[in-house]
């Protein structure tokens, strides 16, 4: 069993940045691949990022490329998504989960006006 909770979101100007935090708990978190994903008013939900369970591997959506960055500290049971340049389309809520999409967070809001 994994319990995730998102922290770290806001309301930010474009071009600004923000860090959100998916705390974990559970002694498992080490083995997953994790994901954040955001869903923006009024569209489907889209994959952001992910990250393999060591942190050396991790893949984007095209669209954040260069502007955001995932990474986790398992000691901490913790994952990130730093998140710079921010854009107005940006904004959405956003989610971590589990790459097998079993165990999700609650969401946290992203809000960027221009």
């Known amino acids: 069993q994994v319990q995730l909770v998102e922290s770290g979101g806001g309301l930010v100007q474009a071009g600004g940045s923000l860090t959100l935090s998916c705390a974990a708990s559970?002694?498992?978190?080490?083995?997953?691949?994790m994901v954040w994903f955001r869903q923006a008013p009024g569209k489907e939900r889209e994959f952001v990022a992910r990250i393999s369970p060591s942190g050396g591997d991790s893949n984007y959506v095209d669209s954040v490329k260069g502007r955001f960055t995932i990474s986790r500290d398992n000691a901490k049971n913790t994952v990130y998504l730093s998140m710079n340049n921010l854009r107005p389309e940006d904004t959405a809520v956003y989610y971590c989960?589990?790459?097998?999409?079993?165990?999700w967070g609650q969401g946290t809001q992203v809000t960027v006006s221009s």
């Open positions: 559970g002694r498992t978190f080490r083995y997953y691949t």
């Open positions: 989960a589990t790459n097998d999409r079993s165990y």
